[in-house]
């Protein structure tokens, strides 16, 4: 082979196909480098978060001892024909190293090993390996090692690290080179007359090398001189200073570029692709140039799922204590046991109430029966039983589901003397709807708008925004004085979800704009707590903001009010002033704010979680 040549596999048999595994010894080959000698390995973490193409295996390069994310088709194994071709050709001291490398791994594989499960991280559950071993040893009792090829559509299947079936051998045509024009390669499958062993490689099933390749004869013709020729004595272009193909050549592959045309197939990278390595290249000369305080930012924490609260039913709030409530005679109906809900429910059977409850979930409404409250199967069967029925759920549709859909409130037609007040976050229009429903079954209704967090409700400390009918309001005033430190009748239907909502906007508004200010100060690597305690003395002090400070800099996120139901907010705000024509460019930003922290994982911890979003 001229040397200044591009290096290639051998095509083989076009009907071949070889299935790889972990800790496998392969030739891998990156667009643009000679084949490389490596291993199929579990892929590490910085692979992981990377786009790559369809049918790619990661590969860990010897002598370099990088990882790249190659297609299958670039891929052959370690022991066969092309290890015999490739080492009749002069090779940089580079590929030597890189042989003598995987030979040091044969005989001693634990130093390749450490360092490849430092940079995977150790395996602990059972990895795709151990479920193909333990496939392999249930196939060889109960298949018979003659498989018809016809069963695969033709397709000679080959497990890399796996014996080949006895009784044939496969004999190639010759190589296709960059630059030589070859003739179509022929296989003739013959009968076996010996059969050599492989070198046995440990951690890795034997592998058996190929039979003996007779070679058919080349046909080189000189293509366009425009073409470009890379020596096969070259260092390949982006490798490190080993000379391997490097990570960032790996990444090219994996974002769009492929492999050398004449390696058992072609593609070609997109100008899309070409910017993104152009960008990928630019970030990683930035992030080299980083301080380690710096770099240190970029290790987002592992979001978990916090953890939900079980009710502690025998607590008491001293507020709540110290309050005179005298509770009513009236049967009080509650609809949704979530994480306000509970609560309210919780503090109305401890001052006396008779409650009904029912939620989707029986299983949380256990606690609330050992209470002494009563459960229902279905919003209907509450209905019948209460007077008075309030309604607490997630969402609009929530909300409308209970009052219009099967077993709902309205399933009973006739509810004179029925009460019906909804507590949920709502927008106006949701709320005219339900409460027209209600008045058409005789029933009468109130809107009830809750404001404040899980903490102030179970102190009894939340704020009671109404309005609809004047009576329901009146007859729940014992239930608000339970719940809330101040109660407010805002008139029609409708008025108390407007001032809610517009609240809230002020609310998710600070949030976003202390959470910036204190990312800005911790990349100014100046300490939070200092600025929580100066931002106290000064008059833009607020006690929402100190708490919601305090749990930024501890990084507490535990759920008072779930930022899923602050973004829910903002979007029913910002419905409201599209159908208004109403500009709101600051609140806009701020829903795409806690749109993008629900994007990472925060959608169930509390709204202070947007400070994550700003920090990264």
């Not at 496939?135 to 033709?154: F, L």
């Not at 708008?449 to 009918?469: C, F, P, V, Y």
């Not at 139901?565 to 806009?588: F, G, I, K, W």
């Amino acid at each position: 082979m001229s040397k200044n040549k591009k290096m290639s596999l051998s095509g083989g048999d076009a009907t071949e196909k070889f299935i790889y595994k972990p800790k496998d010894l392969i030739w891998a080959k990156m667009k643009g480098f000679t084949p490389w000698p490596g291993m199929i390995v579990e892929p590490p973490l910085d692979l992981l978060s990377q786009q790559r193409r369809a049918n790619t295996k990661c590969v860990f390069f010897f002598g370099s001892r990088n990882f790249a994310w190659i297609e299958e088709n670039n891929i052959k194994p370690f022991e066969g024909p092309w290890k015999d071709e490739l080492a009749k050709v002069s090779k940089p001291a580079a590929f030597r190293q890189a042989m003598a490398d995987i030979d040091k791994y044969i005989d001693d594989p634990a130093e390749v090993d450490d360092q490849i499960n430092e940079s995977c991280g150790m395996p602990n559950h059972a990895t795709e390996a151990d479920f193909d071993k333990i496939r392999d040893a249930v196939d060889s009792d109960e298949n018979p090692m003659d498989t018809d090829a016809d069963a695969n559509n033709g397709v000679v299947v080959h497990v890399v690290g796996s014996p080949d079936v006895e009784g044939s051998e496969v004999v190639e045509a010759g190589e296709n080179n960059a630059d030589s024009s070859a003739s179509p390669t022929v296989t003739v499958a013959t009968p076996a007359t010996t059969k050599s062993p492989g070198k046995r490689t440990p951690k890795a099933k034997s592998v058996s090398a190929a039979a003996s390749a007779t070679k058919a004869a080349k046909a080189s013709t000189t293509k366009s001189a425009q073409k470009r020729r890379i020596s096969a004595h070259q260092t390949p272009t982006g490798a490190n200073a080993s000379g391997a193909p490097s990570a960032k050549r790996g990444k090219r592959v994996v974002s769009g570029g492929a492999a050398a045309s004449n390696f058992d197939g072609a593609s070609s990278s997109s100008p899309t692709a070409r910017r993104r390595v152009e960008v990928d290249a630019l970030l990683a000369s930035l992030a080299a140039k980083r301080t380690p305080n710096a770099i240190a930012l970029l290790d987002r924490p592992v979001v978990t799922r916090p953890e939900t609260q079980a009710i502690d039913m025998n607590s008491r709030s001293n507020t709540l204590a110290d309050r005179d409530i005298v509770p009513s005679d009236l049967t009080f109906g509650f609809l949704g046991l979530g994480m306000m809900g509970s609560t309210i429910v919780k503090d109305l059977i401890y001052t006396g109430h008779k409650v009904v409850v029912w939620n989707r979930t029986i299983d949380k409404c256990q606690p609330f029966v050992e209470a002494g409250a009563e459960v229902k199967d279905t919003p209907m069967d509450v209905v019948e039983a209460a007077d008075i029925i309030f309604c607490c759920v997630s969402d609009p549709k929530g909300a409308k589901d209970l009052v219009f859909g099967n077993c709902g409130v309205l399933q009973l037609k006739d509810l004179r003397n029925k009460a019906y007040v909804e507590m949920s976050t709502v927008d106006p229009d949701t709320s005219l709807d339900i409460g027209e429903g209600i008045k058409q079954c005789n029933g009468r209704y109130l809107e009830a708008q809750i404001h404040g967090s899980r903490q102030e409700a179970a102190e009894g400390m939340l704020i009671i925004l109404a309005g609809g009918d004047r009576t329901v309001f009146e007859e729940c005033h014992s239930c608000f004085k339970t719940i809330a430190k101040n109660t407010f009748f805002l008139g029609n239907v409708g008025n108390a979800c407007k001032v809610n909502l517009i609240l809230q906007t002020i609310q998710a508004v600070s949030l976003v704009g202390l959470a910036e200010a204190l990312a800005l100060a911790d990349r100014f690597s100046i300490s939070l707590n200092d600025i929580i305690d100066i931002f106290d003395l000064t008059s833009m002090k607020s006690p929402l903001l100190l708490a919601k400070g305090k749990e930024m800099a501890k990084g507490d996120f535990n759920p008072q009010q779930p930022l899923s139901h602050m973004q829910r907010d903002l979007r029913l705000v910002l419905n409201m002033a599209e159908n208004l024509d109403q500009s709101m460019p600051v609140t806009s930003i701020t829903n795409e704010v806690f749109k993008h922290t629900k994007r990472l994982g925060y959608s169930e911890h509390d709204s202070s979680a947007v400070f994550v979003r700003s920090r990264f």
